[in-house]
């Protein structure tokens, strides 16, 4: 049944043309099926998540919250962060944990604990240890080396995201133009 409704949102996202949407003067609020207000959708899928996927279980979405200022990546099979892996140049996990450059600006999952990478011009490293979906230590192998940029992590207390999670599912879009009353714009909001 949720495979139908990425399917749906992905269809919208063709259909509307957010792609093309950088010149509109309007946005899309993003709700969950409660009614929590999420955020504006980022059109263009500036930070690299999964729109457009081989595999339904890995399409997202991402929004920024108005009550953090986050960026927010959601599964949208889940509901929940998405995952990333963290990256270290030690051999055990420990010291400071790094995530590719191309996520600095997201909120993402590793483990049970919310990470982002911090603004920064990313460095050119080498890692070979990295913690997986449920926070393990692993070892890439002895014939891989991920050598890319990367950007430090820093975790991100999961009260302060501004939204409760996960979401409940299937997320609704309001269209919304932004030079409509800014009262209008928010009313949901003000419900919390």
């Not at 099979?77 to 270290?88: A, H, N, R, V």
């Not at 009313?187 to 919390?192: A, F, G, L, T, V």
């Amino acid at each position: 049944m949720r495979n139908k409704y990425v399917l749906i949102f992905l269809f919208m996202l063709f259909v509307f043309g957010i792609s093309n949407m950088q010149n509109a003067q309007a946005v899309i609020e993003v709700y969950d099926a409660n009614d929590q207000h999420l955020g504006e959708l980022v059109p263009n899928n500036k930070h690299h998540l999964n729109t457009v996927v081989n595999d339904p279980s890995d399409a997202a979405i991402v929004f920024c919250n108005p009550n953090s200022g986050l960026f927010i990546g959601i599964n949208l099979i889940t509901g929940d962060l998405c995952f990333t892996e963290l990256y270290f140049q030690s051999d055990n996990c420990e010291g400071q944990p790094y995530i590719p450059f191309n996520k600095m600006y997201v909120v993402y999952r590793n483990g049970a604990r919310c990470w982002t990478g911090v603004h920064a011009i990313p460095s050119y490293l080498t890692t070979r240890y990295y913690l997986d979906i449920d926070g393990t230590c692993a070892y890439t192998g002895p014939t891989w080396t991920n050598t890319m940029y990367f950007v430090p992590a820093i975790e991100i207390p999961e009260e302060s995201l501004g939204i409760s999670l996960p979401v409940a599912l299937p997320l609704r879009f309001e269209y919304v133009d932004c030079c409509q009353n800014s009262d209008h714009r928010h009313k949901k909001n003000k419900k919390r």
